[in-house]
Antibody, heavy 121, light 109 residues
Framework: EVQLVQSETEVKKPGESLKISCKGS????????IAWVRQMPGKGLEWMGS????????RYSPSFQGQVTISGDKSLSTAYLQWRGLKTSDTAMYYC??????????????WGQGTMVTVSS | SSELTQDPAVSVALGQTVRITCQGD??????ASWYQQKPGQAPVLVNH???NRPSGIPVRFSGSRSGNTASLTITGAQAEDEADYYC????????????FGGGTKLTVL
């Protein structure tokens, strides 16, 4: 079964560091881009950035460049999203999603279950 | 601000047809994909490109594009289609970044 499994809920204090994960299984992890998507409480989806696990080519939305770090470990079939100084405004659900190509277009066909991150003093 | 613009809310009578639209300059060059999200759940891909539906998605979900506007049409809306719908495509920078529309809340009356 093709799936993305994300790490569990996190509760952190402002200024702390955090790294959440997204593990792929059931397919060749290195053949597909993985994107990270933020959803703040009651709000819409925001594309944060993506990584190609085969060569770690990474792209960031200008809104998130410098705010987070996306990385991957192809030997573990895992992508990561990292913060070095959390803010209360980072409180959100974070999803990873696999990008695939079919019939001339790209789409995110597989999503992780989401990792809820709460930042509060 | 989003480079893809969606109407915040749309309603449809049970069994009728509804079109959800997504506007943006990048759609002149790139296809859109569409995602359904129900409360407390992860998004689900329902259509992409030139009307491609993943396995398991009902045929009533169809996609199209004209100029800078992509559309998701639900023909014969069902109660279970009530959800938030998001479009996604590449941004217009040429840097192969992604962007989501602001989302449309669909109410089935």
């Amino acid at each position: 079964e093709v799936q993305l499994v994300q790490s569990e809920t996190e509760v952190k204090k402002p200024g702390e560091s955090l790294k959440i994960s997204c593990k792929g299984s059931g397919y060749t992890f290195t053949n597909y881009w993985i994107a990270w998507v933020r959803q703040m409480p009651g709000k819409g989806l925001e594309w944060m950035g993506s990584i190609y696990p085969s060569d770690s080519d990474t792209r960031y939305s200008p809104s998130f460049q410098g705010q987070v770090t996306i990385s991957g470990d192809k030997s573990l079939s895992t992508a990561y999203l990292q913060w070095r100084g959390l803010k209360t405004s980072d409180t959100a659900m974070y999803y990873c999603a696999r990008r695939y190509y079919d019939s001339g277009s790209f789409a995110y066909d597989m999503w992780g279950q989401g990792t809820m991150v709460t930042v509060s003093s | 601000s989003s480079e893809l613009t969606q109407d915040p809310a749309v309603s449809v009578a049970l069994g009728q047809t509804v079109r959800i639209t997504c506007q943006g300059d990048s759609l002149r060059n790139y296809f859109a994909s569409w995602y359904q999200q129900k409360p407390g759940q992860a998004p689900v891909l329902v259509n992409h490109g030139q009307n491609n539906r993943p396995s398991g998605i009902p045929v009533r979900f169809s996609g199209s594009r004209s100029g800078n506007t992509a559309s998701l049409t639900i023909t014969g809306a069902q109660a279970e289609d009530e959800a938030d719908y998001y479009c996604n495509s590449r941004d217009s920078s040429g840097n192969h970044l992604g962007v989501f529309g602001g989302g449309t809340k669909l109410t089935v009356l």
